[in-house]
């Protein structure tokens, strides 16, 4: 079968392919074929060799949807056939992060998902929501669940608030999906009108731009009669986090997402601003939460965004294109010949 | 002015008419000349005589909607005309309920708004919905604010998890309406194929018929593939409460609301089979909570269900309607002349 | 090596001594050698045969300490040698229960602890505590952690509020020490004058005789200045919940514990009674539960309360004396020869 | 009576003595007697000139303690003579802040408790706790309270959890004695030996100099056995954010507080270190927080730490001192003349 590894050119399609035999599952684990892929920044980055502790020769990749091949000894939750999903953190099953659950990336501080066959722990994949084809369900494990997460701090999401999203990166899209599930407003920023069109398409109600608005914190308040946002998916990029401040109600709830790398600074002070506002640096999410944001896929029939499908022979052009960062909702990768 | 007292008969009617001067608010009062007025189970009580501690003379009802005639010394939140709505517990602003908050309950503990203009401290009434009519804001104070805890528990309302509703009361129908905004799926329960009809139409995926099914928690169970509802409204009549908790799912938030009067007996033991749940005692909400209430209810153009107006010629009609107790939504009477 | 399995006589010592060879652990696995074990209500209505479900030839017990003997593949976590206690639900590691997490009690729906090795999964164990002996640590898993919820609720029990505890059972005696411990005032009831100075010697500020005082919830409510208390474990026996509502301060939170059997009646309407109170179903709790309580014995060098300690000798005795159900704290019974 | 005003000198020092006539309560007010106020470091920033937005002629302090001498038309809650403690936020009662209780703060927004006598609304104080004498009790309303909610977050304190304090300032203190209340371990930070060993007999486990050791963050994970905190108490000073979120457990909370001025700047890449991490803003808190604070106060007789009392004839003594900044606990000024 074919197997694919970071090479160590650093090149934004650096992986190498390999081939190797299937491989077979062990007590407690199940052999799952890999159907479909999808990218995210972290993923990026450890091909491009810029991700900490990152090496050649990984197989990368966290996020894929497969079918059960086989089942290993006393394995009783799957049988062959059966629909799946990875997920990002397999050791995290409920409950708050551990430091046990976060040693363990596939794609990142294991080998992931980019080869056809993977052998798995049977706790370590979710059922697919059937109304989802391969590459929908291959979005969801760390851009789904991460977006599902705004509706999960200790204050809840109520219908009537306002959630602010930035960006049209997956997670944000998530993010606004289900804060429109929930019965939120929400308020976008995107630099594009073509993508503020498709993000009032979506149900945001209105689309501040970045570019022509640096002070877009403000211009949230403003678009919220002056109350500002309730909860905010916060992306970690230059500046962001101060307007997010700015554009925070009394008491609301800012979810750090995003990139530990090349961070531009920021004054502490600002975190003073928002009186009564929580922060909190989300972890993806567990496979409780997974689960519960199935059920409101399944329930709501939603389908995640792709801003683009390619088959197998054209991983490294999904690379390069994903490294461009001008996406629309995920990038994904079909793994059938017949994709 | 009309207003109109409790005159001790006993009879679902038994209320009279007096005459006095319009009142003017003192410092830190409101005067609101009442335009509608909506029927809870509790009034029916008050006006009958069979609610503990009631007593002949009483000015009932908890809930009204009108206009701002008059403000006194020291009022910066309201200029005359604004359209408010009164609360259940006026006492109580935000936070925990607490005994200062309980004592005070118009139309029970308290005059109420059966009459044409009310006196009120300046925080014991919020700003109508402007989307809502006079009737529609008058469902909101005691029906529409206990609805609405369905989504305030320790447990929130996911979207996709499933809330389970009882009868066709008012509660029942604004937690119904509140549970969908929140993009939960729900189960009601009703013995009328007709009402069952109107459930769906709003959003019931499931109507159970309680009489034909007396072990009706099965079948709420049955009906959700067997994991039971997530979230319950439990209006404590006759048995429901054993059959609510069989319908609940490992972990259930269960939301007592209702009556303690001439209760059927329940073993306890079964408090103890639903593992993992937790039930709530709920006290219709405090200001905090109606004004959140509101951000939704505007945000969505959600409106009451209405089962039937009158106008203020028709008040004794309208109780004794009320007492029949077989209505779908909420009973309310028009106070203007006009209306 | 020795097994004790129900002997289906319906005796409350109906037990019998078998003979095996020493198991050995499989993959993920871990053998353990029982030192102590102790023993819950739930234990003496299995081997009395009264507990629904329950069948002869069972293993007993559900709570041990032991040795960790011999690890199977892949097993990181432990090394011959290590001290470990066992959980109540081994397949419940953190996070809200779950129905597959309810299915697996050893000495209950599986095998228990009463053999002299036991394997177990790696992860249905958690260190013991390095200040308690063999049998102290045994009484943690279902007791112990049981009593440790009193802290987890939803509301959090703050230093200068009010716990009340019942009885002097295992469960009650572990949630006076860790409300004390949290810096809470503490109430608890009991019929006999040495068992209350015993109590009020842990730290308990009233201790009130339920028999000569029948109305005791009121009396609760008067040792407390008319307030109620802010936390209640409630036992479930007859009548107790029924005071335990009228001892409660307006929001308090009741954590329901105990044994859905020959249960008394109580009017629902008594619920209905404690304005803003939430009940909550408690079901042991899980392994990061078990961790948490652990670093706080640890910390305050906390030691479970032993009523009596029983030599591998007379198990008989213990089971037939644990039956008399009179004791002050746990009952323990150790299987090495020489203890 | 004596009222202090800003003089507007920009001095640490800069009040002026004026004198008024003796001023009756209003409806719904009460007359206050101020027996001893205390300093906070907002108070110094406002005399010296350095608070945005403060002016010439406020009467400054926010936290003081007094008798009741007369109380308004109406005012059922207080009698003359009744001991009460002023709130930092006099409009905010209960539930989460809101834009309209930030808008009112003794001593920065309005003016203060420096006066003799001062008019109050009757719900702006709460009682006094018993056992503290009138300095005692001046402490409590902003470093008492704000000290307080390192147990009130959304992750509460369990028994055997790490909280870490910085400093000797009157919060850190606060909060050292709650977190040791509720069964906490505390961990230190201060950079004299003398104050290390008066943290150390207050119950910290650990005192860790920072300067000495710039990368304390570290030094707390080392500590703690390489867990790090659970808690932390984050003041805001240069490089403190850093080092506090470097200490912090996965998982952990951090309750930010302190003073947005002078900020030195942090990559914001720091905050998404904390996986799991959450972060408040605390804003002092409400007065159903105060009375639950008073309830631990009285039941654990705990008495606040004074650095240093000043009479009536030493206030300018007094800022002056306050303004070195190197006291442990509180400063106070009893305005009695024979105190």
Chains 1, 2, 3, 4 share one sequence.
Not at 123 to 128: G, L, T
Not at 243 to 262: C, E, H, K, M, S
Request: some cysteine; charged content about 20%; hydrophobic content about 45%.
């Amino acid at each position: 079968m074919k197997i694919y590894r970071t090479d160590g050119s650093g090149r934004p399609d650096g992986i190498r392919l390999t081939e190797a035999a299937v491989p077979r599952p062990g007590p407690g684990e199940i052999a799952v074929r890999m159907r479909a892929v999808s990218l995210n920044y972290l993923d990026l980055k450890v091909i491009a060799g810029t991700f900490p502790g990152g090496r050649s020769g990984l197989v990368p990749l966290s996020d894929g949807a497969g079918e059960v091949l086989e089942t290993g000894a006393g394995v009783a939750a799957w049988s062959a056939g059966d629909r799946v999903v990875t997920t990002f953190f397999p050791r995290w099953q409920a409950g708050p992060i551990t430091e046990a659950a976060r040693a363990v990336i596939p794609g990142s501080t294991a080998d992931g998902v980019l080869q056809e066959v993977v052998i798995l722990r049977e706790d370590a994949v979710v059922a697919a929501p059937a109304h989802l084809d391969w590459g929908q369900a291959a979005c969801l494990p760390c851009a789904g669940l991460t977006g599902w997460q705004v509706l999960t701090g200790a204050r809840p999401v109520l219908p009537g608030e306002i959630v602010l999203v930035q960006g049209t990166g997956g997670v944000s899209l998530f993010a606004l999906q289900f804060a429109r599930a929930a019965g939120a407003r929400v308020i976008a920023t995107s630099s594009s009108p073509a993508k503020a069109g498709r993000l009032r398409a979506m149900g945001a109600e209105a689309v501040i731009d970045y570019r022509q608005t640096p002070d877009w914190g403000d211009a949230v308040r403003r678009a919220t009669g002056g109350q500002g946002a309730d909860h905010i998916i916060e992306i970690g990029e230059a500046g962001t986090l101060e307007q997010a401040i700015r554009a925070a109600a009394t008491g609301a709830q800012i979810n750090l997402i995003g990139r530990p790398v090349g961070a531009p600074r920021v004054d502490p002070a600002i975190l003073m601003l928002a009186m009564g506002a929580s922060y909190r640096r989300i972890a993806v999410g567990n496979q409780a939460d997974f689960k519960a944001m199935n059920r409101a896929l399944s329930a709501l029939r939603i389908e995640p965004v792709i801003d683009r499908r390619f088959g197998p022979q054209a991983i490294s052009e999904a690379l390069r294109y994903g490294a461009e960062r001008g996406q629309f909702g995920k990038i994904v990768i079909h793994l059938d010949e017949d994709a």
